[in-house]
């Protein structure tokens, strides 16, 4: 089979589309041919070694990805030709994946490999950060890093559904207005006093701030109100800047992390997440962008649009043949 590999950790001239052996089926592992692969941060921080990797060079990057079942591996409940999509199983970038019974997530006719490839680790994520990391109730206010992101996109739409009020920070003004489009009440730019701009229109702060950055962690512990909550779920600005902790203890603010892998623990959290967001998504309450696709063997492009930062919806990656 064809995959896109790395023997060394930088940047995206590391990445190699070459030939390597398919995967050997363990007992409880089904075989995937992959149609639609989904590309997100944590693959970018993993290629550049922030991330650890899994397995032996040539490492294979990714965890979440849909397609159809090509061996069943005998098993009782699963067909060859099944449509079946995952978000916690290494090895994605590659045209044929193992994947773990626990780990299958059945798809609906309703929902394509496109939209599942898209939504599966981050829409779990917005699920989980919105009903455990911290439980929005009707009338919140909550504030949203990154918000035309993936997961800032359904995170909007999900705060919304629950009922509150929604501040979006992006850093653009296209991207400023996909946020509002998708519902955001007010959206402010990060190149603009965006902490001075949200305490003038709630001065006492905000309930929770879902906190994707990093380096901004001192400007959302500022706009959370007294006994608020910050969320902190990634780094993409490469580093955590806390500020003053005695400031923190003194205001009984509450800084949590969140990691999607420490909820994803059974077959049934995973069907029980995944069917809610599949429901949302078929009623028309979430809605998904056009993604942006690639060919696998074009991965580094993938990448590097990625990491410049312009992209709005979704990255995906197709391993069609370069002639296809």
Known sequence: MKALTLTAFGNSDVLEYKEID????????????????????????RRNGTYPMKGNAPYINGFEGAGIVKDSNDHPEIKIGDRVAFADVPFANAELVAVPFENVIPLPDEISFEIAASVMLQGL????????????????????????????????????????TVIG?????????????????????????????VLEIYPQGVDVVYESIGITMESSLAVTKILGQVVLFGLAGGKLELGNPLWIIA???TITGGDLWNYLTSKEERLIRSKLLFEWIISGKVKISEPTIFKLSDGKKAH????????????????????S
């Not at 398919?22 to 041919?33: A, C, D, H, R, S």
């Not at 402010?188 to 006093?193: A, E, G, K, S, T």
């Not at 590097?304 to 002639?323: H, Q, Y």
Request: glycine share 6%.
């Open 22 to 45: 398919n995967p050997v089926l363990k007992n409880g592992e089904i075989l995937v041919e992959m149609k639609t692969i989904g590309l997100n941060f944590a693959d970018l921080m």
């Open 125 to 164: 994520t917005a699920h989980y950060l919105t009903t455990d990391s911290h439980h929005v109730e009707p009338g919140e206010i909550v504030l949203i890093h990154a918000a035309a992101g993936g997961v800032g996109q359904l995170l909007i739409q999900i705060c919304k559904l629950l009922s509150a």
């Open 169 to 197: 920070l992006t850093s653009s003004e296209s991207k400023k207005e996909t946020a509002l489009l998708l519902g955001a009440d007010a959206v402010f730019l990060y190149d603009q006093d965006w902490t001075a701009q």
């Open 251 to 253: 205001h009984s603010k």
């Open 304 to 323: 590097d649009l990625m990491e410049a930062r312009v992209s709005t919806g979704k990255i995906l990656m197709v391993p069609l043949s370069d002639n």
